[in-house]
């Protein structure tokens, strides 16, 4: 039985303390993050927001918003919208231009940015393959933070991914012009 964005909306309000996917009309519960894991996710979220907010570029959220992807299927209708993947990546960013106002529901567009966080249960490749969607549909760039290995991997279309780690900078010119963040600096610190 192929499941709608219907059919999670209404599970969803049935369990509301579960985040869920839509993925090729199967629903994916995902638990609760490692606390690292999350504290990594979160730190990223402040250092964006930081930058972002005052200078008015777009919106930054965290694993909670979904995004109603566009259809693959490249038939004249697009596809039946209900029929359509709903993806959360770990944190994200639109453009003002793209999302001016916001919104109560989820939004039927793609991030400009996607990161996903590998927690302690994740294996690597279907986060790889997720940002590997956002890119192939339109999203400019993906990111996945690898917490085990102390690892950032740059996605970006049609190039090779970028693995930046300790004291490499970690920039997004396309959409964040001027920021920049020392890999170490997405790290938990150690409370002596």
Same mark, same amino acid.
């Given at each position: 039985?192929?499941?709608?964005?219907?059919?999670? %909306?209404?599970?969803?309000?049935?369990?509301?303390?579960?985040?869920?996917?839509?993925?090729? +009309?199967?629903?994916?519960?995902? +638990?609760?993050?490692?606390? %690292?894991?999350?504290?990594?996710?979160? *730190?990223?979220?402040?250092?964006l927001?930081?930058?972002?907010?005052?200078? $008015?570029? +777009? *919106?930054?959220?965290?694993?909670?918003?979904?995004?109603?992807? @566009?259809?693959? %299927?490249?038939?004249?209708?697009?596809?039946?919208?209900? $029929?359509?993947?709903? *993806? /959360? @990546?770990?944190?994200?960013?639109?453009?003002a231009?793209? #999302?001016?106002?916001?919104? *109560?529901?989820?939004?039927?567009?793609?991030?400009?940015?996607?990161? %996903?966080?590998?927690?302690?249960?994740?294996?690597? $490749?279907?986060?790889q393959?997720?940002?590997? #969607?956002?890119?192939?549909?339109? /999203?400019?760039?993906?990111?996945?933070i690898?917490?085990?290995?102390?690892?950032?991997?740059?996605?970006?279309?049609?190039?090779?991914?970028?693995?930046? $780690?300790?004291?490499?900078?970690?920039?997004?010119?396309?959409?964040?012009? +001027?920021?920049?963040?020392?890999?170490?600096?997405?790290?938990? @610190?150690?409370?002596?």
């Amino acid at each position: 039985m192929s499941l709608t964005i219907k059919d999670l %909306e209404q599970l969803q309000s049935q369990n509301p303390d579960f985040r869920m996917e839509l993925v090729e +009309g199967n629903i994916i519960v995902m +638990g609760p993050s490692d606390y %690292e894991s999350d504290e990594i996710g979160s *730190r990223l979220l402040t250092f964006l927001n930081i930058w972002v907010m005052p200078r $008015k570029l +777009g *919106r930054v959220t965290g694993s909670s918003a979904g995004f109603i992807l @566009p259809s693959i %299927e490249t038939d004249e209708t697009g596809g039946d919208p209900e $029929k359509r993947n709903l *993806r /959360a @990546p770990d944190v994200s960013f639109v453009r003002a231009e793209r #999302l001016k106002k916001t919104q *109560r529901d989820f939004v039927q567009l793609l991030p400009d940015l996607i990161v %996903e966080v590998k927690s302690k249960s994740d294996r690597l $490749k279907p986060l790889q393959e997720k940002i590997k #969607l956002f890119l192939q549909l339109g /999203a400019t760039v993906g990111i996945l933070i690898d917490p085990d290995k102390l690892l950032v991997t740059v996605y970006r279309s049609n190039l090779e991914p970028v693995v930046l $780690k300790d004291n490499d900078k970690l920039t997004i010119p396309e959409l964040l012009p +001027g920021w920049e963040l020392t890999i170490k600096e997405l790290w938990p @610190p150690e409370f002596e």
